[in-house]
């Protein structure tokens, strides 16, 4: 079984891992960590170079604990939503945890939102933490 956390370095997202923890040890399950990020010049260099170390204390944390997990930072010119559902129909994930943000209805209607984009649009199980 594969299991997908969609992550950023947000209190809603670790949630979402220590879920994804638990359930990975129920159910002998490979945490497949992303990252994703437009890519391009809006991007900042620092940024990135913060996500990947800290995408790689997540793996070594998680092996650490016997969890398998594999990351993955993606930036493949789509946005975050719609990459982590490509990424995880690619590599056939069986379920995507996603941490929940409260914006409000004007913050989503300009900015959209990654979680509902996932939620709606993924095609397996997703389950939200807030």
Same mark, same amino acid.
């Given at each position: 079984?594969?299991?997908? /956390?969609a992550y950023?370095?947000?209190?809603?997202?670790?949630?979402? +891992?220590?879920?994804?923890?638990?359930?990975s040890?129920?159910?002998d399950?490979?945490?497949? +960590? /992303?990252s994703?990020?437009? !890519? %391009?010049? !809006?991007?900042?260099?620092?940024?990135?170079?913060?996500? =990947?170390i800290?995408?790689?204390?997540?793996?070594t $944390?998680?092996?650490?604990? !016997?969890i398998?997990?594999? /990351?993955?930072? +993606? $930036?493949? %010119?789509?946005?975050p939503g719609?990459?982590i /559902?490509?990424? $995880?129909?690619?590599?056939?994930v069986d379920l995507?945890y996603v %941490?929940?943000?409260?914006?409000?209805? =004007?913050?989503?209607?300009? +900015? !959209?939102?990654?979680a509902?984009y996932?939620?709606?649009?993924a095609s397996?199980?997703?389950?939200?933490?807030?």
């Open positions: 079984m594969k299991i997908l /956390v950023k370095s947000t209190k809603e997202s670790q949630l979402a +891992l220590e879920l994804a923890k638990t359930h040890r129920y159910f399950a490979e945490i497949l +960590l /992303v994703s990020s437009e !890519g %391009g010049k !809006g991007e900042d260099p620092e940024e990135i170079s913060k996500m =990947t800290r995408l790689e204390e997540v793996k $944390a998680l092996n650490q604990e !016997g398998s997990c594999e /990351v993955n930072q +993606l $930036a493949r %010119g789509l946005s719609e990459d /559902v490509f990424f $995880a129909d690619e590599n056939n995507i %941490g929940v943000q409260k914006k409000s209805r =004007t913050s989503k209607l300009l +900015l !959209g939102s990654t509902q996932i939620i709606l649009k397996c199980p997703v389950i939200s933490v807030k």
